[in-house]
């Protein structure tokens, strides 16, 4: 059965939350059932207004090798298709597909199945960012979208006992360009943690509408990412594994910000969320000039079926903190990629025991400096 769609802050992800799982084990030695729940959330997404994905069910089997026409699947069935804007989900906002009751077992498949598109309006479209019209772009899809998306994934239903499963949807590296003015889905898709832990803080109101983002990043990697509020300014990069993280602040025209080492705890720690910076003291980031890197990436040998090369433009400060300033998927076609950089000093900061304002300082040292990074799925980086 399908609950009503709603929306919960403090989700910025697609997240699959495992809540009171047993440890595994054969199905036929447990009895009952239990209940399983998903949720959808998102990371934003780069140069569109919308990245609409229209969601027909979730399925889930217990055996790997289990095709999309074999028995036993289990299933929410969300009737009608639900057609979901994955902008609104940032920031942690998520939204329900629903919950059906689940034989007690072990299950390690799991997809998520899209409508095709058909008819005059598309069920999987974008709109793009300072278009002069709003009109929908189908978006087109690999027919392993109507199959099933699947997502790796292992969980257990205990008898008596819910399982909440959300699912990280990133729209900004879903999303590809084909060279000849079409846009393909190419589905990203993650399970993240669900404890109540993250990082959150303010930017300067100023920078509003600039395209900031907003990311978490691990040694260089991008685990997750947001906008800020567009009416106040605040983020937050919710849902992170514990850990230290490096907060990246970008934007249009600015140069960029960076506040090292901010940790995360686990959901049994004292300070599950962190603070890097409040109303009274936002992060700013003073202008810059910007200059552009553009090349090709070639996939060798060949991809068969359409695997997607990304670019990262990455800085590392003389304290050895590398991170990710742009990113960029590569064009499918012709593997053609150009990313906006600023010229200015980066700022860095650390987080240090928490206390506020952090100090962000030039680092002059390694202004307009880069590295361009390309990788692939089952490539060489």
Same mark, same amino acid.
């Given at each position: ?21 047993? *440890? ?5 030695? !447990? ?7 998903? *949720? ?15 969601? @027909? ?9 289990? +095709? =999309? ?5 289990? =299933?929410?069935?969300?009737? /009608? ?13 998520? =939204?329900?597909?629903? %919950? #059906? ?27 793009? @960012? ?15 979208? !109507? *199959? ?5 994934? %292992? ?5 008596? !006992?819910?399982?909440?499963?959300? $699912? ?38 100023? $920078?509003?509408? +600039? ?59 004292? *300070? $599950?969320?962190?603070?890097? +910076? ?10 810059? #000039? #910007? ?7 070639? $996939?060798? /040998? ?24 742009? @990113? ?30 952090? #100090?962000?300082? =030039?680092? /002059? ?9 390309? +990788?692939?799925?089952?490539? !060489?980086?």
């Amino acid at each position: 059965m399908c609950k009503k769609k709603y929306t919960t802050w403090f989700m910025a992800l697609l997240v699959v939350f495992l809540g009171g799982c047993s *440890s595994g084990g054969d199905s036929s030695s !447990q009895q009952g059932t239990g209940t399983l729940s998903v *949720s959808l959330t998102d990371a934003p997404a780069c140069g569109f207004d919308e990245v609409n994905v229209t969601v @027909s069910k979730v399925r889930v089997h217990q055996s790997s090798s289990a +095709s =999309e026409s074999d028995g036993d699947w289990s =299933e929410i069935t969300l009737n /009608p298709a639900r057609k979901i804007n994955l902008l609104n989900l940032t920031n942690g906002a998520l =939204e329900s597909l629903g %919950e #059906t009751p689940l034989p007690a077992g072990h299950y390690t498949q799991l997809r998520l199945v899209l409508s095709a598109n058909t008819g005059t309006i598309p069920a999987n479209s974008v709109v793009l @960012s300072g278009a002069t019209t709003t009109a929908e772009i189908a978006l087109v899809t690999p027919s392993a979208v !109507q *199959s099933g998306i699947k997502l790796v994934n %292992e969980f257990d239903v205990a008898p008596g !006992q819910r399982v909440d499963l959300v $699912l990280d949807f990133d729209a900004c590296k879903s999303i590809v360009t084909r060279g000849n003015g079409s846009y393909a889905l190419k589905p990203v898709i993650k399970v993240i943690p669900t404890a109540l832990t993250g990082i959150d803080g303010f930017v300067d109101a100023s $920078l509003l509408g +600039s395209n900031v983002m907003v990311s978490a990043q691990a040694n260089g990697t991008v685990v997750n990412s947001t906008v800020p509020n567009a009416q106040t300014g605040g983020f937050f990069l919710a849902r992170l594994e514990p850990g230290s993280y490096d907060v990246v602040i970008t934007a249009d025209g600015r140069a960029t910000a960076v506040i090292a080492n901010v940790p995360v705890s686990s959901a049994t720690g004292s *300070s $599950l969320v962190n603070t890097v +910076s409040t109303t009274a003291a936002p992060i700013t980031l003073p202008t810059s #000039t #910007t200059r552009t890197i553009s090349g090709t990436v070639t $996939l060798r /040998p060949p991809s068969s079926t359409e695997v997607v090369a990304s670019v990262a433009a990455k800085q590392t400060f003389t304290a050895g903190t590398t991170v990710t300033v742009k @990113s960029q998927a590569a064009d499918l076609l012709s593997g053609a990629y150009t990313i906006t950089l600023p010229v200015g000093a980066p700022l860095l900061g650390q987080y240090g025991t928490g206390a506020l304002p952090i #100090t962000l300082t =030039e680092q /002059p040292a390694v202004a307009g400096n880069y590295a361009a990074e390309a +990788s692939a799925t089952g490539y !060489q980086t």
